[in-house]
Nanobody, 131 residues
């Protein structure tokens, strides 16, 4: 069965960095759109970033000039990563990795994607940023 498991969340101070990991199993890793969503306390789960190892396309909700979020994947390890630099308190929330097909659906790579657009989900990992 398909499994996605998030790792490397935790508590960090403002300005620090975290690298979240999501090993996947039970799927052909390189054929899926791979996304990250976050859910702040009391808020809806929202798109953060997505990418495709096949096409190289990536998309982030944060402005390009901010450049704090980077999504990458390692096909050999069946793992997708989310690097968050210069953490801010507003980054606090539960972060989920997700996978979906087809990769030809561009919506999967944009902030218009919803939880219903993705097929498989991890259990989430907590990120807490203190002031």
């Amino acid at each position: 069965q398909v499994q996605l498991v998030e790792f490397r969340g935790g508590l960090a101070h403002t300005g620090a960095s975290l690298s979240l990991s999501c090993p996947a199993s039970g799927l052909t890793f390189s054929t899926y759109a791979l996304g990250w969503f976050s859910q702040a306390p009391g808020k809806e789960r929202k798109f953060v970033a997505a990418g495709s190892a096949t096409t190289g396309h990536t998309y982030y909700t944060t402005p390009v000039e901010e450049g704090r979020f980077t999504i990458t994947s390692d096909n050999a390890k069946n793992t997708v990563y989310l690097q968050i630099n210069s953490l801010k308190p507003e980054d606090t929330g539960v972060y989920y990795c997700a996978a979906a097909q087809p990769q030809s659906d561009f919506k999967l790579f944009t902030d218009s994607a919803t939880v219903d657009d993705y097929d498989y989900w991890g259990q989430g990992t907590q990120v807490t940023v203190s002031s």
